[in-house]
């Protein structure tokens, strides 16, 4: 799978918390992230409301 990029705008507060809680897990921000994407529900396909997820390549 290729990577791709993610740009955000968050409070410098926010993103200090940020690389502190990683650096105490020992985790990068990018790990830390995509762990809590993962944890999100997958959303039913049936439900006409939900954008539909594209495909894994």
Do not use: C, F, V
Request: glycine share 4%; proline share 7%; no cysteine.
């Amino acid at each position: 799978m290729k990577a791709k990029g993610l740009h955000i705008r968050i409070s410098e507060r926010r993103l200090n918390k940020l690389r502190l809680y990683a650096e105490w897990k020992e985790k990068t921000m990018t790990q830390l992230i995509e762990d809590w994407i993962d944890r999100l529900p997958t959303p039913e396909t049936g439900n006409s409301s939900i954008t539909p997820l594209p495909l894994k390549e």
